[in-house]
């Protein structure tokens, strides 16, 4: 692999380190690769922003419990708008 690489190919390996690690030949590449280019270290910090965001909604998600849904012909008490 070559050390120094193109952005395109940075951000492929940044997109890629989400779903499975970097062999070690992608790694040096692509650290190599951050030194230099402050375009592909915003984008690093944009992804780590999404990933941080995400994370934080799953947790959120997951803590919220389930609404039950009405059962085929129950009836729900519906507020009623007149005065009383």
């Known amino acids: ?4 690489i193109p ?12 779903d499975r690690p970097l062999e070690l030949g992608e790694r040096a590449a692509l650290r190599v690769h951050l ?5 592909c270290n915003r984008f690093e910090g944009q992804m780590l922003t999404m ?3 995400m994370d934080s ?4 998600r997951e803590a919220e419990p389930e609404e039950e849904l009405p059962t ?7 507020p009623s708008n007149k005065i009383q």
């Open 51 to 53: 990933r941080r965001a």
């Open 72 to 78: 085929a012909g129950a009836t729900q008490d519906k």
């Open 1 to 4: 692999m070559h050390w120094m």
């Open 57 to 60: 909604w799953r947790s959120y």
């Open 7 to 18: 952005c395109k190919r940075a951000a492929e390996l940044m997109v890629a380190r989400e």
């Open 35 to 39: 030194l230099v280019c402050k375009a």
